[in-house]
Every structure is written in C-alpha cells, then in structure tokens.
C-alpha cells in the first residue's frame, strides 16, 4: 500500500548525486493499484509503458495508471520524483459538477491522463506549482521508511491533496484528461503473470517453458514477444531481478555474498560476481562497503 491506510500517498526521490549505484536509476517493469504523478526533473530516461518504449530528454511530466505495466531506466544524471496515490483519496461526499465530471471519472477508470507532458504543453507551469508543493510536503515529512516518504500531519495531507486536486482542475480545463478506451490486452495482462511469477521464484531455477507456458507459446515466440515488449531477454530480465534482490540483502543484512548468491537462485558464484559486476560496476563486496559508508554518512 501506498502511504497508510488512512492517507494512501506516498513520495519516491531519485537523484544521482545521493545514489550509491553507479549504473544508474532502474526500476523494474512493475504496476500497481495506485495512480503514480512522475517528475523527470534533469536527466536522460527510458519509460517503458505498457508496451511502449519513450525516451524522455528534457523536463518532463509523466502519468502512469493504474494496473498498468511500467519501468523506468536512466543511465546518469538522473534527478526524478514520484508520487504515488489510490484515486480514492480524492474521493469527496458532496455531488458537485467536480464529483460527476472529474473525480468520479477517474475513480472508475472512465477517463485517462495524458502520458506526458512537456513544457510546451498546456498547463504544464501550473502543475510545476502544485508539484513543487507536494515535493515540500514530502520532503519536510519525518515518517520514510525504505525510500518510501508519508506524510502524517493534518496540514501536509492536506497541503498534498489540495495540490493533486488542483493538478485534475488544470488537466480537465486543458482537455488533457481523455475518456479511456476499454482495453483488450490478453497478452499485456499475461505478460503480468510472468513477471509475476519471476518475482516470486527468483530463488529457484526458472526455466524459459515454465515462462512460454504462462503465456501459451513457443519458447522462441516468446523470447522475441519478451524482448520486444520488455527490451530485453527473458534470461536478462531474471538476472535483473536476482541482482536488484542481491543489492538490497547486501545493504540491509550481513549474510555472506555465498549465502546472498544462493536465496537470489545463483549457484555458480563466478557467474553471480560476473552479473552483479555488469550491472552495478563493482563487486558485492564492493557494493556492501560503498552502501555502508552511505549509511554511515547518513547518520553522522
């Protein structure tokens, strides 16, 4: 859940300057109930939506739905900021024209949002204002845990929801909110239970019939499916999701990198080093001292 139960809303901060990563901001192809309000503030980035790959090189709004597939990767230079929402948190009592027309709308998936917005888009400086509220709200909030910021206070939730109000005004007096269109995508909705079922048994041996059986193909349809949608090989994609499982036992646990390699499904420890090097430029070891250090600085 996005925030807590009673105010479900949460912040993500990416910066390049404060990660202790050195290949970049990657977040994997996911999705969620929740409505996610994207900021590419400085940098170069690659959204994939759904199955739709855009390149972002300048500042930028994006809007991702909800339950729709999604991932962002940014190789350097990055400074990024999500914030997450259920659409009920907008949900009001009295049966106004905003109630009918807007929120409603959204709270039954009738009218989509624009994907991106630029700065020579309509109403972009105003949601750059109401943005910039959201971001002091959340960045003086005291209650994070992971990379996850809430906000607690009577006056912050209400700062946030009036700004994400005011951010719906300005897209419905622009026409940029749309009505949906009904979707028909069994292959986008299996291609889900795959990463699904990746995220569950990355642990174990995972074989590329277990994957093409999922979605009632041939191994080789799949592979090419897989890779045009996702950017990447099945295989790839697996050790994408050990390696990001093995970065984060290495920062928050003291378990060997033996002990680490084997919970994220690698039993060759040449070939687990060799993956975690390609991707994260250094050794787990390595890793663990550099996330350390940042922890130790954090603290000081």
């Not at 269109?181 to 292959?187: A, H, K, M, Q, Y």
Request: proline share 3%.
């Amino acid at each position: 859940m996005q925030g807590s139960y009673t105010f479900p809303c949460s912040m993500y901060f990416a910066d390049y300057r404060k990660d202790i990563r050195e290949n970049g901001f990657i977040t994997k192809t996911h999705w969620h109930d929740a409505v996610e309000l994207l900021h590419f503030e400085e940098g170069t980035y690659l959204l994939t939506y759904n199955t739709e790959q855009l390149t972002i090189s300048e500042e930028a709004f994006g809007f991702i739905e909800s339950g729709r597939l999604h991932a962002i990767r940014s190789e350097d230079g990055y400074i990024e900021q999500a914030v997450l929402f259920e659409p009920s948190l907008l949900s009001v009592s009295t049966v106004d024209a905003s109630k009918k027309t807007i929120i409603d709308p959204l709270l039954h998936s009738r009218v989509s949002f624009p994907k991106l917005l630029t700065a020579s888009d309509p109403g972009f400086s105003e949601i750059s204002e109401e943005f910039d509220r959201i971001r002091k709200v959340f960045s003086a909030a005291d209650d994070c845990e992971g990379d996850q910021y809430r906000v607690s206070s009577p006056s912050g939730q209400l700062h946030t929801k009036a700004a994400l109000l005011n951010i719906l005004a300005v897209l419905y007096e622009n026409k940029l909110l749309t009505p949906s269109v009904e979707s028909n995508d069994l292959r986008g909705e299996a291609l889900k239970s795959v990463i699904l079922y990746i995220d569950q048994n990355y642990s174990h041996s995972i074989y590329l019939t277990s994957l093409a059986k999922i979605m009632n193909m041939s191994e080789e349809y799949f592979c090419r499916f897989f890779k045009k949608a996702m950017g990447k090989t099945p295989i790839t994609y697996v050790n994408d999701v050990r390696m990001r499982h093995a970065a984060l036992l290495l920062e928050k646990s003291d378990l060997p990198v033996t002990q680490i390699a084997l919970d994220c499904g690698c039993v060759n420890m040449g070939h687990f080093i060799s993956e975690f090097r390609k991707r994260l430029s250094c050794t787990p070891l390595e890793y663990r001292k550099k996330a350390q250090e940042a922890e130790r600085l954090r603290n000081d």
